[in-house]
C-alpha cells in the first residue's frame, strides 16, 4: 500500500513539473533571463542563438499561416506569442502547437478505441441490404463509416417530420427584376438559376406568403482566401468583406428600380 502510495506521489510531482503551465513558465523565465543576458555575459554568443531561436519562430510562423484549416482567432493567438517571445516562441508552437491531446489523454482515448473495436464493426450483410435498396444512401453510410466513424448495423428509425417553415416560393416578377439589376451593376452572367433545390427553410418564407419577394444568395468565396470556400456553420469559415458592398449595391440598386 505504501509503495502504491509512493508510486502515486511520485507520478502526480512529474505530472505537475512536466505539465504544460509549469514548462510554459520556465520558457518565459528563460526568454527574460536571455533578454538580460544579451546585455551582459553572452554578448558575444547571444546573436548566434538569437537568430537561431528567431529562424525557428519564423518558420513555425509559415507553416502557421499555410494551415488552411486552422481558424484564424489560432492563428493570431500563436502570432502575438511569437511577437511577445521572439526567441521562444518557435519552441512553444513546435511543442503544443499541433493542438493534439496531453500524452496521457492520448492514451486513453486509444485503449478506449481498442475496446470499442468489436462493437464498431460494420455489418456486411446490412451494408450489401443498402446498397441493393438505395445505392446513393449506401454511398453516405460508407462516407460516414470511413470519416465519422459510423458503422451500419442495419437498424431501423422512425422520423418524425414537423414544418416550421412554409415552403420558400420565389415570385417569378421580382425574380426578374432583382436578375436585370444584377445585370446593370455586375454585367450579364452573374446570376445563377439553375441552383438545386434544398429542404432547408427560411423564416424569409413567411413573408413571401402575405408579398411578393424572391430570397437569393450572394456569393462571398474568394479563391485568394482559403477560409471563404468553406461551408458555413464550419469553425474555419469567413467571408471575404468586399462582397459586403456588392450586396449593399444590390440592395440600393433594386430599391432604386423599384421606386423607378
Known amino acids: 500500500m505504501k509503495k502504491h502510495n509512493w508510486r502515486l506521489m511520485l507520478r502526480r510531482v512529474l505530472n505537475l513539473v512536466f505539465s504544460r503551465l509549469v514548462v510554459t513558465a520556465v520558457l518565459l523565465v528563460l526568454q527574460v533571463v536571455w533578454l538580460f543576458a544579451l546585455f551582459y555575459r553572452l554578448a558575444d554568443y547571444a546573436r548566434w542563438f ?3 531561436g528567431l529562424t525557428l519562430s519564423i518558420i513555425m510562423c509559415l507553416a502557421l499561416i499555410r494551415q488552411d484549416s486552422t481558424v484564424p482567432e489560432f492563428k493570431i493567438s500563436w502570432m502575438i506569442l511569437f511577437a511577445v517571445m521572439p526567441v521562444q516562441g518557435g519552441l512553444l508552437y513546435l511543442l503544443w502547437g499541433n493542438k493534439r491531446p496531453a500524452l496521457g489523454l492520448r492514451r486513453r482515448q486509444e485503449r478506449a ?30 462516407y460516414l463509416h470511413d470519416y465519422a466513424p459510423a458503422p451500419l448495423y442495419g437498424g431501423t428509425a422512425e422520423i418524425e ?38 429542404l432547408s427553410g427560411d423564416n424569409f418564407a413567411e413573408f413571401e406568403l402575405y408579398k411578393p419577394g424572391a430570397y437569393a444568395y450572394l456569393g462571398t468565396g474568394n479563391q485568394d482566401f482559403p477560409h471563404t470556400m468553406i461551408t458555413n456553420h464550419n469553425g474555419g469559415f469567413d467571408v471575404d468583406e468586399n462582397a459586403l458592398v456588392t450586396g449593399a449595391g444590390l440592395y440600393v440598386g433594386y430599391t432604386v428600380a423599384r421606386l423607378g
Do not use: I, K
Not at 124 to 141: E, G, I, M, S
Not at 170 to 193: F, I, M, S
Open 113 to 142: 478505441e481498442q475496446a470499442m473495436a468489436d462493437p464498431r464493426r460494420e455489418d456486411p450483410a446490412a451494408a450489401a441490404r443498402l446498397r441493393a435498396a438505395d445505392p446513393r444512401a449506401a454511398l453516405t453510410a460508407r
Open 50 to 52: 538569437n537568430a537561431a
Open 161 to 198: 417530420w414537423t414544418d416550421f417553415a412554409a415552403a420558400l416560393v420565389n415570385d417569378p416578377q421580382v425574380c426578374e427584376e432583382a436578375a436585370q439589376v444584377v445585370d446593370e451593376l455586375l454585367g450579364e452572367g452573374h446570376v445563377v438559376t439553375d441552383r438545386e433545390l434544398s
